[in-house]
């Protein structure tokens, strides 16, 4: 049921319960009574009903007129009035119904004493009345029941239209999130991709005209990178792509070796989640691919270690741009995903330069 089938329910049971408690003595004082009694109960019953109809409305909806105080107290006015104009009984019929905006519309705690100020207000005055102890603690008991059951309704009301909300800001976070999750792995895989389809270029028209053989090998390899990397954007569009520690390690040594990077590799035996490995995966792939696009390394270290629990990546080179040396930030676009893509993991990612003018990436994980 959804938040206006809910709304139309419950006015539609609170009008009827409404109704249900005059109903009766309207068509008995209709049936008997004079014209100008009846005119006169006509306007009561307006002057009461208005203000009760227009507060239940505001409930349902949460929102709160200026005027609020004003129309409970014609409401509370009409409902107790009549007694004194001689209606007896008056208030039987109205005094539950006034106790629903009392609850709804005053804080919990000073709604709940007032009516039971109501309820034991009720029953001394009926019970001076009529003498009648059973008689009047029912009617006195109406209006705690009635009173409850208005307030219930109005918040379920409520409760459905806010969890219809949390559903669409949920269906709507994780769109969000999916578009974050779309916009990084291209980030970050189509970058490594690029990357060695350019270096694998450059380094084939190099060879072109004095190694012919070993040009067309690196045509080759780069036709693969391509069609991997084809492969990586719909794995990515699905959202199903697995990537792994160990082949992102041998992937990227045998980038580096290509151009002319010498690579120093020395993995600890871990076993880390699953999360946890692709995590450190991709700080390999964005480690590589820096170092490929913003430095002049010659050097380039892969390690992991096992630290106290904790899964511990490395990645340092050297020949860091002077330039970059003095200007670079530590965190980039690609370096923030890897925060990200760490933080949902438990794991923690530090980058900067090094004093002999490298650059250092780390990743900690729990392993």
């Not at 990200?340 to 900067?352: C, F, I, K, L, N």
């Amino acid at each position: 049921m959804n938040s206006t089938s809910a709304r139309r329910l419950g006015t539609a049971l609170i009008v009827l319960v409404s109704v249900g408690y005059t109903i009766i003595p309207l068509v008995a004082s209709l049936a008997t009574a004079s014209a100008s009694v009846n005119a006169r109960l006509l306007v009561l019953l307006a002057a009461f009903y208005w203000p009760h109809f227009l507060h239940v409305r505001q409930a349902f909806t949460g929102a709160r007129s200026r005027w609020l105080p004003a129309t409970l107290a014609v409401q509370a006015v009409a409902a107790y009035l009549p007694e004194v104009l001689g209606f007896t009984g008056w208030s039987a019929g109205t005094a539950p119904l006034l106790a629903g905006p009392v609850l709804l519309l005053l804080p919990l705690r000073w709604g709940g004493v007032l009516v039971t100020t109501m309820a034991a207000a009720e029953f001394w005055w009926l019970q001076g009345i009529f003498h009648n102890v059973t008689g009047s603690y029912f009617y006195a008991l109406t209006i705690v029941i009635t009173g409850a059951m208005i307030y219930v309704v109005v918040r379920l009301v409520r409760v459905t239209a806010e969890l219809e909300q949390a559903r669409a800001d949920l269906a709507e976070a994780a769109v969000l999130k999916e578009r974050l999750r779309i916009s990084r792995d291209l980030h970050d895989g189509l970058g490594h991709s690029l990357t060695a389809i350019v270096l694998k270029g450059d380094l084939a028209a190099r060879l072109m005209d004095r190694d012919l053989p070993a040009a067309k090998t690196e045509i080759g390899a780069l036709v693969q990178v391509a069609r991997e990397t084809a492969l990586e954007v719909r794995q990515v569009a699905r959202g199903y792509r697995r990537m792994t520690l160990s082949d992102e390690v041998h992937r990227a040594t045998a980038l580096l070796e290509s151009s002319g990077i010498g690579c120093q590799v020395n993995l600890a035996e871990m076993t880390p989640s699953r999360e946890q490995d692709e995590a450190l995966a991709w700080a390999v792939r964005e480690g590589v691919t820096n170092i490929l696009r913003h430095s002049r390394a010659t050097t380039c270290s892969i390690t992991t270690s096992n630290r106290a629990g904790r899964a511990h990546l490395e990645i340092v080179n050297n020949g860091l741009p002077p330039d970059d040396a003095r200007t670079a930030r530590p965190f980039g676009g690609g370096l923030t995903g890897l925060v990200e893509r760490a933080a949902q993991t438990g794991g923690t990612v530090e980058a900067g330069h090094t004093p002999e003018g490298g650059f250092r990436l780390t990743m900690e994980v729990p392993a």
